[in-house]
């Protein structure tokens, strides 16, 4: 009698999309309380929802021991740059509104690779925070910017109930984030309209 092979059930399109990004070094993490208060991190959270508090977070030197996660709102940050645009009244400020979020990431990205290469590898010294990008929007769905973010080394936060619809529009093969040129010529765009991210 032939020995049956238990059917296996195939992988959701969220844990499709978990192993791509392990693959880049990217972490998918769910909320999974309702509603949501805090990504599931077990190391000190540095919140930043305001473009000025960005400087600030990312200048060394950290805490020395578990290196901290330095969390990014992006909606937040996008409502605080946007609100600067609409305060210059041109159109051309006007279309760069729902940029800044975008700019701000990369650009803090950039940085703490940086950093981590200018540390020595001890454990006693202070150690560059772990970025971590709140993908969350007031509206429910994944931020707009998301399939432009997958940067190594980062954590991505997402609903539950939003990560099927988040990885429908990251598809293989994943999308490539945007250069740290292209984060700069657009944080000299948001400078010019008077929205500079205090970088």
Known sequence: MPATIAARRPPTLTE????????????LLLATDSPPSSPPLDNP???????????????PPHRAGAAPSLLLSLSDLDRAIDARL???????????RGQGALAC??????????????QPHERER????????????????PHHAGRRLLLPGTQLY?????AESFARTATSPL???LTVAQARHLH????????????
């Not at 930043?48 to 400087?55: F, K, M, Q, S, T």
């Not at 990431?105 to 200018?118: K, S």
């Not at 990008?133 to 007031?138: A, G, H, K, V």
């Open 16 to 27: 499709q999309l978990r192993r791509r990004l392990a693959d880049r070094d990217i972490t």
């Open 45 to 59: 959270v540095i919140r930043v929802e305001h473009p000025d508090d960005l400087a600030p977070a990312l200048r």
């Open 86 to 96: 609409e305060l210059s009244g041109t159109w051309e400020a006007k279309a760069l």
């Open 105 to 118: 990431a990369v650009l803090a990205h950039h940085q703490l690779q940086q950093q981590r290469e200018d």
């Open 126 to 141: 202070p150690r560059a925070p772990r970025l971590v990008l709140d993908l969350r929007t007031p509206e429910g769905g």
């Open 158 to 162: 997402l609903d539950t109930g939003v």
């Open 175 to 177: 999308p490539r984030p």
């Open 188 to 199: 000299a765009c948001l400078v010019w309209a008077g929205a500079p991210l205090s970088l």
